[in-house]
């Protein structure tokens, strides 16, 4: 039998931290742990990833950086999840699109059919503190895999469900796409330049924050568990998510009655607040209070555009924007973006150039700080990545490993954590259960 069932039956109603802190001691000491100790905050607990494209993927990255162990389950002899098509550009000697590494390092790739092969997955379930799905509302209930199926074969399971619109309401059954989400919540109409049409955001940030609070859900629901020994469903959904990121736009609508605009760069209250066109590119800047105003108007040496009485306070700038705005237009066009960023190096007002990929990973200060990292890739000799952002005092959180190839972890799953012999995955695979 193996060691996780072993641990799993002796400390079975003994306390979820003495569960948790006897299974990171056998995690990390796992082979296949891929570098993770007990330095992780979430070392021991092992995550069923059954999602695909960006929002879940991108939240059990997260959990799996802090060292959850992510086991995510693929289509077999379908491509798996689909973002590996999703190119050009594809990753050199593979079959898998550069888009599809962004959001799945540190994990396990098994490739399970999940309506011949559901008591594989409630086998992983009995294995597994949390399971995280972004099927349309209803799909894997169909499937026997729904919560309430599921709860049934391990109450402490956490299971996170992530939408388009939620198990409610009348878009519930809808499938989720982050510019979908975006045009219905509002993101769009108040996206773009002042006189043009609506735009969408250069990533898909529904999908990215969607991700983020799953995560963050995921985590408060574990420490629950801890007091109450008890699972739980979450719900996340993108237009949710997307509504609640309008944040003080939506506060001026729903207290002022006030409908947003676009603004492309610029800011509605704050004058000026914006990308300038500069002699080679673009420098945003922004004087948040007549003190800064002050400051920029005398590194530019116009002092007495500072006094004058249309440009004195933040109100008056807002009022006399467009005639602020060309004349700084004016200024900014005559230099280039490097020299204004000398000028306003020790200025207290925010500044910075807009930059292109190749300039932002060039940039002093993001290769001093190490956020790009190199994994060795089992095919493509290695790949990079942006690490994670964010850096504990007294824990890690890092990108250990590359994305995995399609069903590269299949065998090592059912073989080493749930038991099945050579002859039952074979039977499998005959099958086409497996891959």
Not at 232 to 242: A, E, G, P, R, W
Not at 272 to 282: E, H, I, L, M
């Given at each position: 039998?193996?060691?996780?069932?072993?641990?799993?039956?002796?400390?079975?109603?003994?306390?979820?931290?003495?569960?948790?802190?006897?299974?990171?001691?056998?995690?990390?000491?796992?082979?296949?742990?891929?570098?993770?100790?007990?330095?992780?905050?979430?070392?021991?607990?092992?995550?069923?990833?059954?999602?695909?494209?960006?929002?879940?993927?991108?939240?059990?990255?997260?959990?799996?950086?802090?060292?959850?162990?992510?086991?995510?389950?693929?289509?077999?002899?379908?491509?798996?999840?689909?973002?590996?098509?999703?190119?050009?550009?594809?990753?050199?000697?593979?079959?898998?699109?550069?888009?599809?590494?962004?959001?799945?390092?540190?994990?396990?790739?098994?490739?399970?059919?999940?309506?011949?092969?559901?008591?594989?997955?409630?086998?992983?379930?009995?294995?597994?503190?949390?399971?995280?799905?972004?099927?349309?509302?209803?799909?894997?209930?169909?499937?026997?895999?729904?919560?309430?199926?599921?709860?049934?074969?391990?109450?402490?399971?956490?299971?996170?469900?992530?939408?388009?619109?939620?198990?409610?309401?009348?878009?519930?059954?809808?499938?989720?796409?982050?510019?979908?989400?975006?045009?219905?919540?509002?993101?769009?109409?108040?996206?773009?330049?002042?006189?043009?049409?609506?735009?969408?955001?250069?990533?898909?940030?529904?999908?990215?924050?969607?991700?983020?609070?799953?995560?963050?859900?995921?985590?408060?629901?574990?420490?629950?568990r801890a007091r109450t020994k008890k699972g739980q469903k979450i719900d996340v959904n993108l237009l949710s998510t997307q509504v609640s990121m309008l944040i003080n736009a939506a506060s001026n609508y729903l207290n002022a009655g006030l409908e947003s605009?676009?603004?492309?760069?610029?800011?509605?209250?704050?004058?000026?607040?914006?990308?300038?066109?500069?002699?080679?590119?673009?420098?945003?800047?922004?004087?948040?209070?007549?003190?800064?105003?002050?400051?920029?108007?005398?590194?530019?040496?116009?002092?007495?555009?500072?006094?004058?009485?249309?440009?004195?306070?933040?109100?008056?700038?807002?009022?006399?924007?467009?005639?602020?705005?060309?004349?700084?237009?004016?200024?900014?066009?005559?230099?280039?973006?490097?020299?204004?960023?000398?000028?306003?190096?020790?200025?207290?007002?925010?500044?910075?150039?807009?930059?292109?990929?190749?300039?932002?990973?060039?940039?002093?200060?993001?290769?001093?700080?190490?956020?790009?990292?190199?994994?060795?890739?089992?095919?493509?000799?290695?790949?990079?990545?942006?690490?994670?952002?964010?850096?504990?005092?007294?824990?890690?959180?890092?990108?250990?490993?590359?994305?995995?190839?399609?069903?590269?972890?299949?065998?090592?799953?059912?073989?080493?954590?749930?038991?099945?012999?050579?002859?039952?995955?074979?039977d499998l695979k005959s099958k086409k259960i497996i891959e």
């Amino acid at each position: 039998m193996h060691i996780r069932t072993l641990i799993s039956r002796e400390l079975y109603g003994k306390s979820s931290f003495a569960l948790l802190r006897l299974r990171a001691k056998t995690f990390a000491t796992d082979t296949n742990a891929s570098n993770v100790t007990d330095l992780h905050p979430l070392c021991g607990i092992r995550i069923l990833d059954l999602t695909r494209i960006v929002a879940g993927p991108y939240c059990t990255m997260i959990l799996a950086d802090m060292g959850a162990e992510v086991i995510k389950i693929e289509r077999p002899y379908a491509g798996g999840d689909e973002s590996r098509k999703w190119g050009p550009p594809f990753l050199k000697g593979t079959a898998d699109s550069t888009y599809f590494l962004a959001s799945n390092r540190n994990k396990k790739s098994a490739c399970i059919d999940l309506k011949k092969g559901k008591n594989i997955i409630y086998d992983l379930v009995r294995k597994c503190d949390v399971l995280v799905e972004n099927y349309v509302p209803g799909k894997l209930n169909e499937m026997d895999l729904g919560y309430d199926q599921l709860k049934v074969i391990n109450p402490q399971l956490i299971y996170c469900s992530i939408t388009g619109y939620g198990s409610l309401g009348p878009y519930a059954k809808r499938p989720g796409y982050d510019v979908i989400a975006a045009s219905i919540g509002g993101l769009l109409h108040i996206t773009g330049e002042r006189d043009g049409p609506p735009s969408k955001v250069g990533v898909a940030v529904t999908d990215v924050a969607t991700g983020l609070y799953a995560h963050g859900a995921i985590l408060a629901a574990l420490l629950q568990r801890a007091r109450t020994k008890k699972g739980q469903k979450i719900d996340v959904n993108l237009l949710s998510t997307q509504v609640s990121m309008l944040i003080n736009a939506a506060s001026n609508y729903l207290n002022a009655g006030l409908e947003s605009e676009r603004w492309g760069t610029a800011h509605s209250s704050i004058v000026p607040y914006q990308s300038f066109k500069t002699a080679n590119g673009y420098l945003t800047l922004g004087a948040g209070s007549d003190q800064q105003f002050k400051e920029l108007c005398n590194l530019l040496k116009i002092e007495h555009i500072a006094e004058n009485i249309k440009f004195k306070t933040n109100k008056d700038r807002v009022k006399n924007r467009q005639e602020l705005v060309q004349l700084l237009e004016q200024i900014f066009i005559k230099d280039t973006s490097q020299n204004w960023m000398t000028l306003f190096a020790n200025s207290s007002f925010p500044v910075g150039p807009v930059n292109s990929l190749k300039q932002l990973f060039e940039d002093q200060h993001i290769q001093s700080i190490d956020l790009v990292k190199c994994l060795p890739h089992p095919t493509a000799g290695s790949i990079k990545v942006v690490g994670p952002p964010v850096v504990f005092s007294e824990a890690k959180n890092d990108a250990r490993t590359a994305p995995p190839l399609l069903a590269q972890h299949t065998e090592e799953i059912l073989s080493s954590l749930l038991g099945y012999n050579k002859q039952e995955i074979s039977d499998l695979k005959s099958k086409k259960i497996i891959e």
